[in-house]
């Protein structure tokens, strides 16, 4: 079993920062890609930030330049600086992690966190 815990989420007002971090824990080899979604309430589900093992990267155009998505292999963990925020970043931010890799060499697709509430408010 993989576990996604994510952290670092609050109330900012905007312009302000916050960095969101994402532990995954288990018994890992390796983790192929990492993403942070977000879902505001009343829309879909989005895709803020994505990340593979590679470290390529891509983001959505909403938060380009504002926003850098990053991770630590070593640690299965992944992170999100978010900068100049703004009110329509309010949402609830959830980590996922697919195409992991056990050290019993098992193969685990599609693993979500819980979410951590990102608001942001004057």
């Known amino acids: 079993q993989v576990q996604l815990v994510e952290s670092g989420g609050g109330l900012v007002q905007p312009g302000g920062s916050l ?4 532990a995954a824990s288990g018994s890992i080899d390796s983790i192929n890609t ?6 505001a309430p ?7 930030a994505g990340i593979t093992i ?19 292999n070593r640690q299965n963990t992944m992170y ?12 609830v931010y959830s ?4 195409r ?5 060499k098992d193969r685990l697709f599609e693993n979500w966190g819980q979410g951590t509430l990102v608001t942001v408010s004057s």
Do not use: H
Not at 42 to 48: A, F, I, P, Q, T
Not at 80 to 89: A, C, F, H, T, V
């Open 95 to 98: 980590c996922y992690a697919d």
């Open 19 to 22: 960095r969101l971090s994402c």
């Open 100 to 104: 992991i890799i056990t050290t019993r």
């Open 54 to 72: 590679a470290g390529s990267t891509n983001y959505a155009d909403s938060v380009k330049g504002r926003f850098t998505i990053s991770r630590d």
């Open 80 to 91: 999100l600086q978010m900068n100049s925020l703004k009110p329509e970043d309010t949402a």
């Open 34 to 39: 990492m993403a942070w979604y977000r879902q």
């Open 42 to 48: 009343g829309k879909e589900r989005e895709l803020v």
